[in-house]
Nanobody
Framework: VQLLESGGGLVQAGGPLRLSCALP????????MGWLRQASGTEREFVAA????????DYGASVNGRFTISRDNAKNTANLQMNSLKPEDTAVYYC?????????????????WGQGTQVTVSS
């Protein structure tokens, strides 16, 4: 199962960017969709997760209040709206899918991954 991310790029600090994730070519009821990121030389960091219902979303402390995760189950897609971006948000962002339920804030909680999309925030 391969997830496909899109929407990364270069943006100035304070600006917005929207990432999208798709699970093409198949219908898969994924309990939790998430986004994680990895900056150069660091471990993969939890960004956000959304359960099937679309409610009770969860965010990492560093992005809470600035990022919004959503999903469209009919289209098998998940989106990450990023606002008020900061240079420290620069990283490769990964879309991930978990077949488990409950809190999914660790990379090891996820079963399927995309290849990642680069987000660079200039100061």
């Amino acid at each position: 199962v391969q997830l496909l991310e899109s929407g990364g790029g270069l943006v100035q600090a304070g600006g917005p960017l929207r990432l999208s994730c798709a699970l093409p070519g198949r219908s898969l009821s994924v309990p939790v969709m998430g986004w994680l990121r990895q900056a150069s030389g660091t471990e993969r960091e939890f960004v956000a997760a959304v359960p099937w219902s679309g409610r009770n979303t969860d965010y990492g402390a560093s992005v809470n209040g600035r990022f919004t995760i959503s999903r469209d189950n009919a289209k098998n897609t998940a989106n990450l709206q990023m606002n008020s971006l900061k240079p420290e948000d620069t990283a490769v962002y990964y879309c991930a899918a978990s077949m488990g339920i409950g809190s999914r804030s660790r990379a090891s909680d996820y079963d399927y991954w995309g290849q990642g999309t680069q987000v660079t925030v200039s100061s």
